[in-house]
């Protein structure tokens, strides 16, 4: 359990996705302008990253680092890069038909947001580290989870920066994205400061 | 001008991924802690960029257009497969430097937007010279960033003390994760007063196609979210 928490509150804020990792930065600074849509991106991005690392655990453990195959000689790991970008490219699809079916309600607000995430970079660099780390299922659906969830921390509060932003008198060079890198890098230095928590 | 010095001038310089199109910034800002793994990066870029663009012009007349994508996808997914276990044999200190932004290569957009954009409509041989000067200008990008990050972050050149520590306190922050943000920054702004030179000038610079420009018409995946454009807006 403790481990959990440790994974969790590292992959979160510790060692945040966007801040430090610069792994969705399309995302973070594309669907920031509005603190809803940011919101909305986020849902979407913590809901389909949870199910792909569950998924892609899955496929990892059951299919690729099959213990049989792996006896027998046959180790299918090194096809993990192509596996995977198909299997989430085809998840999100997925979701977003079954979203549209059965739960509409779900489907309006974040459903907008799901064709988007089909090649992030985030989804994908989840799913491989949560190889290179060795974690389990479990371990993956939870690191899966808490990076996610520091994606939405992160986006949201550029989100609600960004609008505060749009009132100040802003250098004419430094107006539209580099104001808002110089924001994201103000941000990443404070997360910096969770550094020691682990 | 020579056709194929055409398309090296204009992934070198006119089109410049980094500086003009602002395309790939999540390598762009992770990897560019140093001079060295910027270069490193932006040459098995370069080498993903190569075969892919020759691939798939290769196959251009053979490849539905309905399932395009998703068979650039598994081209590219191959080539960057295998340059990483090519990486990881020789270029051990690289390959973990690099670590997880290797097999990211696949969802670079520079890759997939050459693919759509270029060598899915355009005979082998130019698709060659298109990847050979994207990557190059990707490449120039990146170590041009990695040089003034650990030029300003640890006083260094492609890792040899330039700047004496007896008298230059390196500001660790710019080798740091901050320090990616901010000289981006900088860049964007640099490049938005030069953009307002040019077109003073008449001669106008591309306008950026990434993500960065929040115009999503010319990026890779406008296919799949050309409809949802306004959600960025």
Known sequence: MKELILIAVGSAIVNNVVLSQFLGICPFLGVSKKTETAAGMGGAVVFVITLSSFVTALIYKYILANTYLMSIGIDLTYLKTIVYILVIACLVQFVEMFLKKKMPPLYESLGVYLPLITTNCAVLGVALTNVTKEYGILESVVNGFATAFGFFIAIVLMAGLREKIEYNDIPKPFRGTAIVLITAALMSIAFMGFSGMI | ?233
């Open chain 2, 1 to 233: 001008m020579n056709k194929y010095v055409e398309r090296l001038y204009n992934g070198i310089i006119k089109e410049n991924p980094t500086f003009v199109l602002m395309l790939g910034m999540c390598p762009t800002l992770a990897v560019t802690s140093s001079a060295i793994n910027g270069l490193g990066m932006g040459l098995s870029t370069t080498v993903v960029l190569i075969l892919s663009n020759l691939l798939i012009s290769a196959f251009r007349k053979v490849i539905p257009d309905g399932v395009r994508m998703p068979a650039f996808i598994v081209i590219v997914a191959s080539l960057v497969t295998i340059v990483e276990f090519l990486m990881k044999a020789y270029l051990q200190s690289l390959s973990a430097a690099l670590g997880v932004y290797i097999p990211l290569i696949v969802v670079n957009c520079i890759i997939l937007g050459r693919a759509e954009s270029y060598a899915s409509k355009n005979p082998v041989l130019p698709s060659i010279f298109d990847g050979i000067g994207m990557g190059l200008g990707f490449t120039l990008g990146l170590t041009c960033i990695g040089l003034v990050r650990e030029l300003l972050g640890a006083g260094q050149i492609f890792g040899v003390q330039v700047l004496s520590l007896s008298w230059f306190t390196p500001i660790t922050i710019f080798v740091m994760a901050p320090g990616a943000f901010l000289v981006l920054a900088f860049l964007v702004a640099g490049m938005n007063i030069i953009r307002r030179k040019m077109e003073e000038k008449g001669t106008p610079l591309a306008e950026p196609a990434g993500c960065l420009s929040g115009d999503c018409s010319n990026c890779a995946h406008s296919s799949v979210c050309a409809d949802k454009k306004e959600v960025a807006d």
